[in-house]
């Protein structure tokens, strides 16, 4: 019930905090004249009592009592009566002490909150602030966390964001265009995401450094064993089986058997093993496929050493971990 109560009160208690100002804020007077005064009264303590206070602690609106309370009624409990009598006192002076600093915290609060309250649902102001809110709560923090990082101190222009959204309401001459800005918006994102993706490989990298030499060193063995070709790319293969048909193009659909192995032999997929062919598209494979099958005649049957940035590079697939070096025999059977 605190829950379905909570949730239910949470996006009133947001637009009330952004309505926050300077000055007090008054109780309105108790006058219970009849039933709609009575349950209306009664609400508002339930609102309050089945989880707004903690709401408001969680939100860093006010500070919380109940870590006071719960550690002098612990200590209360086992202490004889003298003790009993001097905890209490002290209990009651630390929650004093904070409820002095709640005070002018509240008032702001309750201020913001009897505004919006009275507010018309359908006046423009109110929509206003409920859009205000969603930027400030939801819109804001995820723009900012995507372009710059959740670390970040670095955070969007509030005055300029409002400068472009009024102007483009107001029909005003645009000093950024509405295809430039999205544009602009899209490849800062995508700059973004970049950036970020290449920080995780850097950290994921500095995890599995002894993984990757190991690899490396496997990688650097093989290539001098007679009859393995090493491409500039990296790529290794050597020919089991030579084919003397067409080869595919990357816009060509082919047919194979292959059979997937780790450096250490655990096989980890096999349409040998099945006993069925696939069927894809060349361009629709790892990198190292991609780049072998279009020197691959038909009938041909190589066996391919691919390292792991022609691979899955950083991404953790189960039994493939990252960076992982991967071997697959290779039958081409022809092209779709």
């Known amino acids: 019930m605190k829950k379905t109560i909570l949730g239910t009160f949470s996006a009133l208690a947001v637009l009330a905090v952004m309505m ?60 004889d009566s003298t003790q009993k009598a001097a905890l209490q006192a002290e209990m009651a002076s630390k929650i004093d002490s904070v409820n002095k600093l709640n005070g002018p915290r509240l008032n702001e609060f309750i201020k913001g909150m009897k505004e919006a309250i009275n507010l018309n649902s359908e006046s423009p102001y109110a929509h206003g602030l409920s859009i205000g809110v969603q930027f400030s709560q939801q819109l804001l923090p995820q723009f900012n966390s995507m372009l710059y990082g959740e670390d970040s101190d670095q955070k969007a222009n509030n005055d300029q964001l409002l400068a472009g959204l009024i102007s483009t309401l107001k029909n005003q001459e645009l000093a950024i265009n509405k295809m430039e800005s999205s544009s602009l918006v899209q490849a800062e994102m995508e700059k973004a995401q970049q950036a970020q993706m290449e920080r995780q490989e850097e950290e994921l990298k500095e995890q599995y450094q002894e993984e990757i030499a190991s690899g490396d060193a496997y990688m650097s063995e093989n290539a001098a064993r007679e009859g393995v070709v090493t491409l500039p790319s990296g790529l290794q293969y050597e020919i089991l089986t030579e084919g003397k048909g067409a080869i595919p193009t990357d816009t060509d659909r082919v047919k194979v058997h292959y059979h997937g192995t780790l450096v250490d032999g655990t096989v980890f997929d096999s349409s040998v093993e099945r006993g069925e062919p696939a069927t894809f598209g060349v361009t629709q494979v790892i990198p190292g496929w991609t780049e072998a099958l279009q020197l691959m005649p038909v009938g041909s049957k190589w066996r391919l050493y691919v390292p792991y940035d022609l691979a899955y590079g950083s991404a953790d697939r189960g039994s493939i971990k990252p960076f992982s070096n991967l071997i697959f025999d290779v039958e081409l059977i022809g092209i779709e």
Request: hydrophobic fraction near 35%.
């Open 20 to 79: 926050v100002s300077c000055g007090g804020a008054s109780t309105p007077k108790t006058s219970l004249k009849n039933s709609v005064d009575s349950v209306s009264y009664a609400y508002g303590v339930t609102m309050a009592d089945q989880g707004l206070a903690q709401f408001l602690e969680q939100a860093g609106v006010i500070y919380s009592t109940t870590g006071i309370e719960y550690d002098y009624q612990m200590r209360i409990a086992s202490a």
